[in-house]
T-cell receptor, first 115, second 112 residues
C-alpha cells in the first residue's frame, strides 16, 4: 500500500540553525500538509499546500516557516533560525483532494530536537 | 469556530472486552468528515475510520466502529474485542475542508 515517507526520522539541531524536513507524499495525491505535535500535546495544523502554493496556514506558521515542492515528488518544510520551542514531532500528510470526506494519510513523522 | 473535544485522557480495558472512546465536535460547516487515528508509542499516525456528515449509517472497519450521533455532535469510537496491540493514543479529528482539527487524545491501555 502506498504511504507517505518522511526523512529523517530524527533530527537534532542547534538553536538558531536552519532545518529542512522532507516528505514524499503518496504519488497520486494532490494536497499536502504539515502538522506539529509537541511532546504530550495534540496534533496542530501548520499549513496546507495545493497546486504549488499555500492554500491555508495556521497562526503557528509564521515567517520562520516555509514550504516548497522542489520537484514532482518531494514536499519540504523549512524552519529558519530554530528555537527551543520548535522541538516537536512534525508530520507530513497528503490527501487525494482537500475536501471533507478524504482521509489524510500521515507519514511516520520527524522528531525534531533543538538543543 | 471548529472544535474537537476528547474528555477521557486515559482509559483502561480488559483484553477481549469492548471499549468506547468519546469524541464531541463543534462546527458550523454543514459538510465535514470525522476521523479517528491511532498513535502507538512509536509515534506514527495510523488512520482507522472515517464518517461523513451526510452518511446515514455508522461507519465500521473490522473491530472499529464509529457511533455517530449528529444531533449530539458526537463521534465515539468503539473498539470491540480489544487486543494488547490496541494500547496507544487515539485521536479524534474533524475535517470540514482543508485542514484537520485534532482532539487532545485518549490514551488506551489494554490489560491482559
Amino acid at each position: 500500500e502506498p504511504e507517505v515517507t518522511q526523512t529523517p526520522s530524527h533530527q537534532v539541531t542547534q538553536m538558531g540553525q536552519e532545518v529542512i524536513l522532507r516528505c514524499v507524499p503518496i504519488s497520486n495525491h494532490l494536497y499536502f500538509y504539515w502538522y506539529r505535535q509537541i511532546l504530550g500535546q495534540k496534533v496542530e495544523f501548520l499549513v496546507s499546500f495545493y497546486n504549488n502554493e499555500i492554500s491555508e496556514k495556521s497562526e503557528i506558521f509564521d515567517d520562520q516557516f516555509s514550504v516548497e515542492r522542489p520537484d514532482g515528488s518531494n514536499f519540504t518544510l523549512k524552519i529558519r533560525s530554530t528555537k527551543l520551542e520548535d522541538s516537536a514531532m512534525y508530520f507530513c500528510a497528503s490527501s487525494v483532494e482537500g475536501i471533507a470526506n478524504q482521509p489524510q494519510h500521515f507519514g511516520d513523522g520527524t522528531r525534531l530536537s533543538i538543543l | 469556530a471548529q472544535k474537537i473535544t476528547q474528555t477521557q485522557p486515559g482509559m483502561f480495558v480488559q483484553e477481549k472486552e469492548a471499549v468506547t472512546l468519546d469524541c464531541t465536535y463543534d462546527t458550523s460547516d454543514p459538510s465535514y468528515g470525522l476521523f479517528w487515528y491511532k498513535q502507538p508509542s512509536s509515534g506514527e499516525m495510523i488512520f482507522l475510520i472515517y464518517q461523513g456528515s451526510y452518511d446515514q449509517q455508522n461507519a465500521t472497519e473490522g473491530r472499529y466502529s464509529l457511533n455517530f450521533q449528529k444531533a449530539r455532535k458526537s463521534a465515539n469510537l468503539v473498539i470491540s474485542a480489544s487486543q494488547l496491540g490496541d494500547s496507544a493514543m487515539y485521536f479524534c479529528a474533524m475535517n470540514p475542508g482543508n485542514q484537520f482539527y485534532f482532539g487532545t487524545g485518549t490514551s488506551l491501555t489494554v490489560i491482559p
